[in-house]
């Protein structure tokens, strides 16, 4: 192995967790020539609370150890830490186990008995890998897009803790004709760094499967506000996800369906919904709870006609990209005309939203809009009142 000069700076710091005193040692003294700085845990509980306290570079753990695996570790050290690569060991390869530990984030997967040579390289790349990882968070936070967890073991932590601190923010929709609140949408919001925004949340849920866990989040508390804050008379938009249809708690009639005739399901015409199977049936099973349907970003995304059709809405809503600068286009006027033209016949509510000055406002009305959403009359809040 290479041995620079121990004068040097060190090449990265390593933590070496293994019940193997013997073993640990070796692999210690291998790094520490090789120009690394090793620090020792004789099992998992150790490192767990090291790296804790500590900065490391780089982890390396056998898998197999009393008390705390090293799958349990590694989860425990996503608490902390998104970025730190680490490596695992084991002595008894098993195609269950290593699959685990990659689908989990660990970097790689080693076979006991392991070569000087081949574990300095895993480290040298692992430690190349941690410097990109930190350059590309801080590259992500100048930018103003926040931080993402890179593995799936990283992505569940945060989505916990997404979960742990959700809550929603209320944006009325008005009626500008009779100045009055017309219903309020839902908004997620959460207080999880890694994940700075709505889309992220649902990101971080998608990828490991667990959008289900934040429906019915957002539902339960969105039940919680129509129980106890949501104004008399107005109504109340929630977002769903398309896979949101397929979960058997959206159909009870129970816990948010007590305040079904005060719901308005809102699906995002950017989602694709054709692939659902029988979505005719399960929106007739909604409406029959008493939930009305809306269709949001109207002229902006992809929802087939036969989708359209399925879902046959009572309120759509007519993305904002139509609504900027509406007064000073044409063409925008004609199409928003048109659309709330054809949604009347069809029996539909029109709402614009996004709208965020009074000349859009003043467009949008006279060009047959009635409902309006948008920062001009309030930003989301705790129910708040519209500037008139």
């Not at 109504?235 to 979960?247: E, Y």
């Not at 699906?267 to 979505?279: G, H, K, P």
Request: aromatic share 4%; glycine share 8%; charged share 25%.
């Amino acid at each position: 192995m290479t041995r620079p000069d121990t004068a040097a700076v060190p090449r990265g710091r390593v933590l070496v967790a293994d019940d193997e005193v013997a073993l640990a040692r070796a692999l210690a003294r291998w790094l520490t020539a090789s120009g690394y700085k090793v620090d020792i845990a004789g099992d998992g509980h150790e490192a767990a609370l090291r790296v804790a306290r500590d900065s490391y570079d780089v982890i390396v753990s056998d898998i197999a150890m009393p008390g705390m695996t090293g799958v349990e570790l590694l989860l425990a050290i996503r608490q902390r830490d998104l970025d730190v690569p680490v490596v695992l060991m084991t002595a008894s390869p098993a195609v269950d186990t290593a699959i685990q530990a990659v689908e989990l984030g660990a970097l790689r997967y080693l076979v006991k008995p392991i070569e000087p040579a081949a574990l300095e390289e895993v480290v040298d790349q692992a430690t190349r890998l941690h410097r990109l990882a930190r350059v590309k968070r801080q590259a992500l936070a100048l930018v103003g897009d926040g931080t993402q967890p890179g593995d799936r073991a990283g992505l569940e932590e945060s989505l916990s803790r997404a979960l742990a601190t959700l809550r929603l923010v209320f944006q009325p929709i008005v009626s500008w004709s009779e100045r009055r609140v017309f219903a309020f949408e839902a908004l997620m919001r959460s207080d999880e760094a890694s994940l700075p925004h709505p889309g992220a949340v649902l990101e971080a849920a998608e990828r490991p499967g667990r959008l289900p866990d934040l429906g019915r989040t957002i539902r339960a508390l969105a039940c919680r506000a129509a129980e106890q804050r949501l104004p008399d008379g107005a109504l109340l938009f929630i977002n769903l996800h398309p896979s949101d249809f397929l979960d058997p708690a959206l159909y009870e009639a129970d816990g948010l369906g007590r305040h079904a005739g005060r719901i308005v399901l809102e699906v995002t015409e950017r989602a694709s919904l054709d692939r659902l199977d029988n979505l005719r049936d399960r929106v007739a099973r909604l409406r029959a709870l008493g939930y009305r349907i809306a269709v949001d970003d109207l002229g902006a995304g992809y929802a087939g006609l036969s989708a359209f059709a399925n879902l046959e809405p009572d309120v759509v809503k007519i993305d904002m990209s139509l609504v900027r600068d509406i007064e000073n286009a044409r063409t925008k006027q004609r199409l928003v005309r048109s659309l709330a033209d054809v949604c009347g016949e069809l029996g539909m509510k029109v709402v614009a939203e996004g709208v965020e000055t009074a000349a859009e406002r003043d467009a949008l009305v006279e060009v047959g809009c009635d409902l309006l959403q948008g920062y001009l009359l309030a930003r989301p809040g705790d129910f708040p009142s519209p500037a008139w």
